[in-house]
């Protein structure tokens, strides 16, 4: 993740830059998600400056859960133990993050972004944990 003022890179658990001091945000979107009881929750959030229009297939556990489109997000609802989401476009290789959510840990948030390869513009799906 990169600061929005300054653009130095931080870390994903940063609430503020450590060199302009710009909030980062983070603390408000975790807070802003909660998981029924007993559940987890996993929110998928796309927000592509390029390759907007292509159609991010996303599975979660081996299952399709439909198409993440830019500038929206799907949230499913899981057990509590490990998982996977995977992603891809067409033309573009498939890509998966493994995570776990327990009872303590009952949330997580993903940025699915398009990462683009130079020779024949293709495009793989790249996953970034925000929380």
Request: some cysteine; glycine content about 10%.
């Amino acid at each position: 993740m990169f600061c929005s003022n300054c653009g130095i890179e931080l870390e994903k658990s940063d609430e503020f830059c450590y060199n302009c001091g710009t909030a980062t945000g983070m603390t408000s979107i975790a807070k802003k998600y909660i998981a029924p009881p007993g559940k987890g929750l996993i929110v998928l959030k796309r927000d592509c400056a390029y390759g907007f229009a292509a159609k991010m297939h996303i599975e979660v556990d081996y299952n399709d859960i439909g198409v993440l489109k830019n500038k929206k997000e799907i949230q499913y609802i899981v057990s509590y133990g490990k998982h996977i989401v995977a992603g891809k476009i067409a033309g573009g290789k498939k890509n998966s993050l493994n995570f776990e959510l327990t009872k303590d840990n009952n949330v997580i948030i993903i940025d699915c972004y398009l990462d683009f390869k130079v020779v024949g513009l293709r495009g793989d799906v790249k996953f970034e944990i925000l929380n």
